[in-house]
């Protein structure tokens, strides 16, 4: 064969095989093609729409947990109408999903979706009907509880679904790599057999063909299969088919680099959702951890500034209203000894205030030096870059969060305090609200003063009417023998003086009937809350480990609820005590900053609670050093503040403690050695007082509304008990009110070293008041026992009650109820018996070792069945405790009398009523 014909037939072939070579290539490139573009297009479009669906159904559920927690209220009809517009989206992102879908796998998870969210929106359902027809807050959380099961499901098959639909797209990826492994292969095959042929035919073909080739090969091997985001380009010196190679594979590089440059971009988007959400999660799970917005806005600043990657912080609070509203900091991340940030700034007053009027985040690149610089050990660096942003709920603007940063945000970080501030408004409210609520708690306190007002009154005219018809029997001695009209007149007199003597009768009975009934409501309301505080104290120390945190949690604020209803009615008995001059007081160091500290901590919640706005200001001029009776000081201002948060349903309650100034020490007693007054300060805008009746709320058992049906409810005790307070420690309490405006009251009290001298003597209540000084403390008696058991508790067993017999007669069953539970705790049987009758007939047929006796019982009181009891054989020395609600004077000797062997009071205390236990037991 001659060289022409070796040539011809080398270039065909070599042609043909570059023909070939070229369809490969093509076909293989547009499979790639293929293959990326249902990887970016269809399966990342998969990918989103669940994701898409995930987060709305996590928007939803958040929604509908916090209808159930809430209940009915103002907003409801808003998150309903949310909930409904949010399924019907989830739905139409379901259909549209749906109709993409070509895998049969992918078909049924979608499908196990649409049936677990049809069984959450059935539940949705169910729970917007009861919340209408007024269901309780636990049958709520009940049915939401319910579908817990199927809700985890529904986010795990979502998740199923949407990695499975991530497996497909690395499939698609693996079967791109292995198009172009096999494209690789080919083309170095087809490039090797176009070799030898041309070098058999010619070595021309040879040497023209050989430096393409060579060069094709180095770019095929040059390329970084772990780094597809820069492929190595081939040169196109010629339009034949090494060129056209080239070409392809220069698009197929570019195209490769595209796909991977997406693929690293969906990559990265989907990281930073996730970082997003999980930081914003940690942020936002501080809220309900809080109770104080000082609290809760440090530890939100705290956590936020260094998430947000930034390096100093300031949280500022909204607070005033019209033109003295002020932005003030209250939290701050980082200052330099000197706190990060003015104070306060006006409303309209630099960027804070620009932020807060247009209700947007403002971004700040490259600041001046003059800005204040971040310290650490080695030196200090001005930031480079500041982000405003405010905090907005129900278009208001309730507090700015300003973050500096050393370099300049990222997207990320900019999203991320975007986030964490759209429910932060919603926390801050709700902290301020949890005040009203403590508010309305503590408005149990605000009607007496009236009634004992008028006592007074009709007692002095009585002395001035006795004192006249006193002098007109002497007249009418030395003018016997003057006219009948003198003599009719003296009859009239002495007709008066009959009519006065009866009426100060009247007035003694009425004082012997408020006693009895002072007593009488003791009783009955000591005995449920001796059940509630003993069942509450059991189920917080939960020895079992059997309850949540959310549980004891309960239980404590049972207890706490159910202290206060007692502290209420201590009250009462106090205000007894300060009418017959049994009250002691204490005078000793005050620290003012940190009584306005603690009045701050205790409100700020019932402030939140009820979207009150509520401040504690300190002058800075206060004597470093106060004396005062503390306890008196402090229980006068908490029933100051109650009275404000309880009458004022919108605006704001503030608090101001400062120095007394010359013009109200003018009307002020003048005490010897007194050099500094405190004047406090309690101001609201709730429904105020009408002038006539600005004295009248200061008597007792008295309101300003006064009518039967009172809106706000109370006693009336609190401001009386606040005036008797506040004159035991030699100052006054004085109220400015204007009827729909609000009301400003102003405490005034000297600090007294050595005390103030006090005396008063009174006839009415000192049964009550008997009864006052023994229901706090307990009996001398018990102190004593108890003392002996703590003193003596090395010598006895811990466990002496278990194994005892007890007979617990009581006609009330919560009682019976609360007693059982705590005594066979402690490894104790228990008889019970709910009358006199029913313990004599236990007595009978039983061998006790201790009996439990109330006094109250219907059909055989406590005190006739202990003394049938000593009067039975088996019951001489048996040990019997007295348990009684109406501890009044003389009681205790009269249980003792009738055969008790000791006496304790309800609310009974469980370590004080086991301490009596076991001291007569061991000395049975």
């Known amino acids: 064969m001659t060289f022409k014909k070796k040539q011809f037939m080398g270039l065909g072939l070599t042609i043909f095989f570059l023909v070939l070579l070229l369809f490969v290539i093509m076909y293989m490139t547009s499979t790639i093609k293929t293959n990326m573009l249902e990887i970016v297009q269809d399966r990342y479009e998969k990918v989103n729409k669940a994701m898409e669906i995930r987060q709305q159904i996590y928007q939803e559920d958040r929604e509908l947990l916090y209808l159930v927690n809430q209940g009915e209220h103002e907003g409801s009809s808003n998150q309903a109408a949310f909930l409904d517009e949010s399924e019907r989206g989830i739905n139409e992102n379901i259909s549209s999903l749906e109709g993409t879908l070509n895998k049969k796998r992918s078909r049924e998870l979608l499908n196990d979706v649409e049936y677990a969210y049809r069984s959450i929106s059935d539940m949705k359902i169910e729970i917007l009907d009861g919340l209408s027809a007024g269901a309780a807050s636990g049958e709520l959380v009940e049915i939401y509880n319910s579908e817990s099961a199927n809700r985890s499901t529904l986010f795990k098959t979502l998740n199923e679904f949407k990695d499975y639909q991530e497996s497909l797209i690395n499939e698609a990826m693996n079967s791109a ?46 390329i970084d299969y772990e780094n597809l985001d820069t492929l190595p380009r081939l040169k196109q010196e010629t339009d034949d088919a090494i060129g056209q190679i080239a070409y392809s594979f220069n698009s197929m590089a570019a195209s490769l680099e595209t796909y991977n440059a997406r693929e690293k971009e969906y990559t990265s988007e989907i990281a930073e959702q996730n970082w997003i959400q999980t930081h914003s999660a940690n942020i936002i799970n501080l809220y309900h951890k809080s109770t104080e917005i000082e609290l809760l806005a440090d530890q939100f600043i705290t956590k936020l500034v260094p998430t947000a990657g930034a390096s100093l912080g300031a949280f500022y609070l909204h607070d005033g209203n019209g033109e003295n509203a002020v932005f003030r900091k209250i939290a701050s991340y980082a200052d330099s000894g000197n706190d990060a940030g003015r104070e306060v700034i006006p409303v309209r007053d630099g960027l804070v205030g620009q932020c807060a009027r247009e209700k947007k985040a403002i971004y700040l690149n490259n600041v001046l030096d003059s800005y204040t610089p971040v310290m650490t050990a080695f030196g200090e660096a001005v930031p480079k870059s500041i982000l405003i942003s405010p905090v907005i709920v129900k278009d208001e603007v309730v507090a700015v969060i300003e973050l500096a940063n050393l370099r300049e945000f990222t997207k990320a970080e900019k999203s991320l305090v975007e986030k964490v501030l759209e429910t932060l408004g919603i926390a801050v409210t709700n902290i301020l609200g949890r005040m009203e609520v403590e508010r309305l708690l503590l408005e149990s306190q605000a009607q ?429 020395d048996i040990p019997i405790v007295a348990l009684t609600a109406k501890a009044m004077k003389g009681d205790r000797e009269k249980c003792l009398e009738a055969g008790a062997s000791d006496y304790v009071s309800k609310p009974l205390k469980l370590d004080q009523l086991l301490s009596v236990m076991r001291v007569w037991i061991t000395k049975e």
């Open 177 to 222: 790599n292995t198009a172009f492994r096999q494209l690789v292969a080919s083309l170095i095959a087809a490039v090797a057999a176009a070799i030898l042929l041309i070098s058999a035919v010619t070595l021309w073909v040879i040497r023209s063909t050989n430096s393409s080739l060579e060069t094709i090969a180095d770019g095929i091997k040059s």
């Open 448 to 876: 007496t003063e009236e009634l004992q007002s008028q006592s007074e009154e009709l007692q002095a005219q009585s002395e001035e009417l006795q004192t006249q018809a006193e002098e007109l029997r002497m007249i009418n001695e030395q003018l016997e023998e003057r006219s009948k009209e003198a003599e009719q007149k003296s009859a009239q007199l002495q007709k008066a003086k009959k009519d006065l003597e009866e009426h100060a009768k009247q007035l003694q009975l009425s004082s012997k009937y408020k006693s009895e009934f002072l007593a009488n409501m003791s009783h009955e309301l000591r005995t449920p809350l001796n059940s509630i505080l003993l069942l509450s104290e059991m189920l917080t120390e939960d020895e079992d480990q059997a309850l949540t945190d959310e549980q004891k949690e309960f239980s404590r604020v049972i207890h706490t609820s159910g202290q206060d209803l007692l502290d209420l009615i201590n009250d009462i008995l106090d205000l007894s005590k300060v009418e017959v001059g049994k009250l002691e007081v204490e005078f000793d160091v005050v620290n003012i900053k940190e009584f306005s500290d603690r009045i701050n901590q205790l409100f700020a919640h019932l402030a939140a609670h009820k979207n009150l706005e509520f401040s504690v200001t300190a002058s800075k001029d206060l004597p470093d050093v106060f004396y005062t009776d503390e306890q008196r000081l402090q229980q006068i201002v908490k029933n100051l503040l109650s009275n404000a948060f309880k009458f004022t349903e919108e605006g704001s309650v503030a608090v101001s403690v400062e120095k007394a100034g010359s013009k109200e020490l003018a009307s002020l007693p003048n005490w010897d050695g007194v050099n500094d007054w405190l004047k406090i300060k309690v101001a609201d805008t709730g429904i105020g007082i009408t002038k006539e009746k600005q004295m009248i709320i200061f008597e007792a058992f008295q309101q300003g509304d006064g009518a039967t049906m009172r809106k706000y409810g109370g006693t009336g005790l609190g401001l009386s008990i606040s005036r008797e307070f506040a004159r035991l420690l030699g100052g006054v309490v004085q109220v400015e009110s204007q009827e729909g405006k609000g009301s400003i009251f102003t405490l005034l009290i000297p600090s007294l070293p050595n005390g103030v001298p006090f005396s008063s003597e009174h006839q009415s209540f000192e049964e009550v008041a008997s009864a006052a000084e023994i229901l706090p403390g307990g009996d001398d008696h018990s102190d004593t026992l108890i003392q002996g058991v703590v003193n003596g508790s090395d010598s006895l067993e811990t466990n002496i009650l278990s194994g005892k017999k007890v007979v617990v007669v009581d006609d009330d069953q919560r009682n019976i109820y609360a007693l059982t539970k705590a005594l066979k705790k402690e490894g104790m049987e228990v008889i019970t018996a709910e009358n006199g009758l029913e313990c004599l007939e236990i007595m009978d047929k039983t061998e006790a070792d201790i009996v439990l006796m109330d006094i109250m019982m219907p059909v055989m009181d406590g005190y006739e069945t202990m003394k049938r009891v000593r009067s039975m054989e088996s019951g001489k």
